[in-house]
């Protein structure tokens, strides 16, 4: 364990100091930035005497209120509320099943994209006269979220409903990388061709999906963005609600795109503890320095080696700082633990292919490539995607 230790850190401090020669960058939390939804005067006027649909969870607020409160408060006629994944108040944990149900506090009737079906149905939209997303994004494509957009732009073209998104800022979007999605693998984590790290906002990425037709039938949706003021894609941005009951730190939204690929394997990833998503184990893993026991909490019912003791890798000593200035997938960490394991040929399951987006990651790692040889892989398909990108950013570009 202790090699593994100085090995991953001379990578890691390597890493940083070459970004960090490159950037020259600040990474302090950048106070200044306004979200779409607290610019009530660019959209309040586009909404009177409309009825109102409303794409929205536990982020969908203005300072400590939500949206939907103060669309209420200020007279709007809000008759829908659309939630995606883990639910309107954001307690459901991954992949559980959201029901239909009535807001409690409003009593408005909430529609549910994360259970019996994903894009809002005819009967859904009767009388809706526009809708309204607005939802915090973390910029990684296998986060569902963007999934819901697809589908809910997707339903507003085919029934002639004028959208607006109300942009909020990427948490990751001051770097692009990862494999590009081959489409043969496209599913509900994985929608578009984009790599896994796309750097761009939901308004900015409602606009690629519009522009390059990736809607169903090449259908359009009359689309608004209301963008975020004093924002650019050198900011960094923490985000002020947790997006999701598992991604409850800045450490993890920033180790996601890289230790996520590792929910298609048999370790896990410390759902069930207080710290998701910066751990990763298993009960035969071979180096017993670190451990960790998944208990049942609120946002994981039943995590994977309930009650067992995992052993395996402390991320948590990576600071957000060094997590910032790194800007790449790391893919060493999937590759070393691979080898740890060695379980002939079963640490990996079919979910990899998904969240990779391809068939190739799995049987390079399982062939002893190494993570150069992948990166280069990659190159090409992320060189055409960075100019497909810019022809639909609403922010000055990141200039690392």
């Given at each position: 364990?202790?090699?593994?230790?100085?090995?991953?850190?001379?990578?890691?401090?390597?890493?940083?100091q070459?970004?960090?020669?490159?950037?020259?960058?600040?990474?302090?939390?950048?106070?200044?930035?306004?979200?779409?939804?607290?610019?009530?005067?660019?959209y309040?006027?586009?909404?009177?005497?409309?009825n109102?649909?409303?794409?929205?969870?536990?982020?969908?607020?203005?300072?400590?209120?939500?949206?939907?409160?103060?669309?209420?408060?200020?007279?709007?006629?809000?008759t829908?509320?659309?939630?995606?994944?883990?639910?309107?108040?954001?307690?459901?944990?991954?992949?559980?099943?959201?029901?239909?149900?009535?807001?409690?506090?409003?009593?408005?009737?909430?529609?549910?994209?994360?259970?019996?079906?994903?894009?809002?149905?005819?009967?859904?939209?009767?009388?809706?006269?526009?809708?309204?997303?607005?939802?915090?994004?973390?910029?990684?494509?296998?986060?569902?979220?963007?999934?819901?957009?697809?589908?809910?732009?997707?339903?507003?073209?085919?029934?002639?409903?004028?959208?607006?998104?109300?942009?909020?800022?990427?948490?990751?979007?001051?770097?692009?990388?990862?494999?590009?999605?081959?489409?043969?693998?496209?599913?509900?984590?994985?929608?578009?061709?984009?790599?896994?790290?796309?750097?761009?906002?939901?308004?900015?990425?409602?606009?690629?999906?519009?522009?390059?037709?990736?809607?169903?039938?090449?259908?359009?949706?009359?689309?608004?963005?209301i963008?975020?003021?004093?924002?650019?894609?050198?900011?960094?941005?923490?985000?002020?609600?947790?997006?999701?009951p598992?991604?409850?730190?800045?450490?993890?939204?920033?180790?996601?795109?890289s230790?996520?690929?590792?929910?298609?394997?048999?370790?896990?990833?410390?759902?069930?503890?207080e710290?998701?998503?910066?751990?990763?184990?298993?009960p035969?893993?071979?180096?017993?320095?670190?451990?960790?026991?998944?208990?049942?909490?609120?946002?994981n019912?039943?995590?994977?080696?309930?009650?067992?003791?995992?052993?395996?890798?402390?991320?948590?000593?990576?600071?957000?700082?060094?997590?910032?200035?790194?800007?790449?997938?790391?893919?060493?960490?999937?590759?070393?633990v691979?080898?740890?394991?060695?379980?002939?040929?079963?640490?990996?399951?079919?979910?990899?292919?998904?969240?990779?987006?391809?068939?190739?990651?799995?049987?390079?790692?399982?062939?002893?490539?190494?993570?150069?040889?992948?990166?280069?892989?990659?190159?090409?398909?992320?060189?055409?995607?960075?100019?497909?990108?810019?022809?639909?950013?609403?922010y000055?570009?990141?200039?690392?």
């Amino acid at each position: 364990m202790k090699l593994y230790k100085i090995l991953f850190s001379f990578t890691l401090l390597l890493g940083l100091q070459l970004v960090y020669a490159c950037s020259g960058k600040s990474d302090t939390q950048d106070t200044t930035i306004k979200t779409g939804a607290e610019q009530t005067s660019l959209y309040f006027s586009l909404l009177k005497d409309k009825n109102v649909a409303l794409v929205a969870n536990h982020t969908t607020v203005i300072g400590r209120t939500h949206l939907a409160d103060s669309l209420i408060k200020s007279g709007v006629q809000l008759t829908r509320i659309f939630t995606p994944e883990h639910g309107f108040r954001g307690t459901s944990g991954a992949g559980d099943a959201i029901e239909d149900t009535l807001d409690m506090k409003t009593g408005i009737p909430v529609t549910s994209l994360y259970g019996s079906r994903v894009k809002p149905v005819p009967d859904d939209l009767k009388g809706i006269d526009i809708m309204i997303y607005d939802i915090q994004d973390v910029g990684v494509r296998f986060y569902t979220y963007i999934s819901t957009l697809h589908y809910v732009m997707e339903a507003c073209a085919e029934n002639k409903i004028p959208m607006i998104v109300l942009d909020r800022p990427d948490p990751l979007g001051f770097y692009v990388d990862g494999p590009v999605l081959d489409t043969a693998y496209r599913s509900f984590v994985g929608m578009h061709k984009i790599p896994v790290v796309y750097g761009m906002t939901a308004g900015e990425l409602a606009q690629m999906i519009n522009g390059e037709g990736w809607l169903k039938g090449n259908v359009r949706c009359k689309l608004t963005v209301i963008p975020c003021d004093a924002y650019n894609h050198d900011s960094i941005y923490a985000l002020p609600v947790n997006p999701s009951p598992n991604l409850n730190s800045m450490e993890g939204i920033y180790l996601y795109p890289s230790v996520c690929f590792f929910e298609g394997t048999v370790m896990s990833l410390g759902r069930g503890t207080e710290y998701p998503f910066r751990v990763i184990g298993h009960p035969e893993y071979p180096l017993k320095e670190f451990s960790f026991v998944p208990r049942k909490n609120t946002a994981n019912k039943n995590p994977v080696y309930l009650d067992q003791t995992c052993y395996g890798i402390d991320l948590r000593s990576l600071t957000n700082k060094e997590l910032i200035q790194f800007r790449q997938i790391n893919i060493q960490w999937l590759i070393d633990v691979y080898r740890s394991m060695n379980r002939d040929g079963k640490f990996f399951t079919n979910y990899i292919d998904k969240l990779a987006g391809n068939g190739k990651l799995r049987k390079q790692i399982i062939e002893g490539l190494t993570e150069e040889q992948i990166r280069r892989g990659w190159e090409d398909d992320l060189r055409i995607f960075r100019e497909q990108r810019k022809k639909y950013l609403l922010y000055n570009d990141f200039t690392h």
